[in-house]
T-cell receptor, first 118, second 117 residues
């Protein structure tokens, strides 16, 4: 099946620093990549939708200047948490939507990145 | 606004028993997904339901979709401890882009299933 690689899997940083998370589709081209955030024992909330070569679309309430998304190619999207604070600590999950028609045109999820801001 | 309600949120059951998790959604959807999440892990895709009346089975899990009732169910048969996890349903809604389209997922709150020996 389609593989989405997310890196790093776990990061600890000091408050005020920036953290970059990478999401790669390894064996397919992704028309769209999605970034989700999941707080402990809660559901996944869509943060933004990223289309290759264009600006990301952010969901209501998500600060685009704080969560910078770059989708430089059909296989790579990055999420940068700028000036991270403890309240940004969360589990961030990316997904990529395969560039195919039909039932396989679904989202494939990365393994997630656990961010802890001290 | 699309809302997805899942119940129960917590489910503790004994091995060998059967149970059903329900997923209701508020507006017409295009696809319905079920995922499993183990603690500290990402999502594992279980089922994709595409049309009214769709039923899919994998091992002890069976998912169904009734688009008229806006309801999907995940039925667990003869539960075993290995099924302990959190199960999410998600509703997919397509939207148009300048070129083509894409799909957004709205997740339910999840059902934490614990299967006791």
């Amino acid at each position: 099946g389609a593989v989405v690689s997310q890196h790093p899997s776990w990061v600890i940083c000091k408050s005020g620093t920036s953290v970059k998370i990478e999401c790669r589709s390894l064996d397919f081209q992704a028309t769209t990549m999605f970034w989700y955030r999941q707080f402990p024992k809660q559901s996944l909330m869509l943060m933004a939708t990223s289309n290759e070569g264009s600006k990301a679309t952010y969901e209501q309430g998500v600060e685009k200047d704080k969560f910078l998304i770059n989708h430089a190619s059909l296989t790579l999207s990055t999420l940068t948490v700028t000036s991270a604070h403890p309240e940004d600590s969360s589990f961030y999950i990316c997904s990529a939507r395969i560039r195919l028609a039909g039932p396989k045109n679904i989202q494939y999820f990365g393994a997630g990145t656990r961010l802890s801001v001290l | 606004e699309l809302k997805v309600e899942q119940n129960p949120l917590f489910l503790s059951m004994q091995e060998g028993k059967n149970y059903t998790i329900y997923c209701n959604y508020s507006t017409t959807s295009d696809r319905l997904y079920w995922y499993r999440q183990d603690p500290g892990k990402s999502l594992e895709s279980l089922f994709v339901l595409l049309s009214n009346g769709a039923v899919k089975q994998e091992g002890r899990l069976m998912a169904s979709l009734d688009t008229k009732a806006r309801l999907s169910t995940l039925h667990i048969t003869a539960a075993v401890h290995d099924l302990s996890a959190t199960y999410f349903c998600a509703v997919g809604r397509f939207y148009l882009l300048t070129q083509g389209g894409s799909e957004k997922l709205v997740f339910g709150k999840g059902t934490k299933l614990t299967v006791n020996p």
